[in-house]
């Protein structure tokens, strides 16, 4: 199984979720192909089983509309029908942006192969194992 990981991190948070979640995909015998949503090469990232994207909630309660959104925008054509996992980190609220950013992929016609994960500022130990639990599930799902 191939996957894409495109990440937004302004802290460094949410890189980290990207990086546990890649060791954690890798530990299950993924090839993961990881890069920060500025550097990604849409060709290559859309050239995998699962599409994974990873921003932290800005403003209030969105995801990054600068690069995150571009990038989506972008390729936005090519997502109906492809798996996606959705991601990140926040800092304040509840991450209530969670939702609508998949309400917004889901009328792009994305379909998820788990439910999204947040996580309250950085991720610790609790998050490595929950995000542990979900690539054993994402890799069972593909």
Request: proline share 2%.
């Amino acid at each position: 199984m191939k996957v894409s990981v495109a990440y937004y991190s302004e802290t460094g948070n949410t890189q980290e979720l990207a990086d546990m979640l890649t060791a954690a995909l890798q530990t299950e015998g993924a090839e993961v192909y990881e890069t920060a949503v500025s550097d990604v090469d849409s060709s290559e990232f859309l050239d995998s089983d699962l599409l994974v994207f990873a921003t932290p909630a800005t403003g209030t309660e969105e995801i990054d509309q600068i690069e995150m959104q571009a990038f989506i925008d972008d390729i936005a054509s090519q997502l109906s029908g492809r798996k996606v996992f959705l991601c990140g980190t926040f800092g304040w609220g509840d991450g209530e942006y969670m939702q609508a950013w998949q309400e917004a992929m889901a009328d792009l016609g994305c379909q998820f192969a788990h439910e999204p994960f947040t996580c309250l500022e950085s991720p610790d130990d609790e998050a490595e194992d929950k995000l542990a639990e979900i690539a054993k599930e994402l890799f069972r799902s593909i």
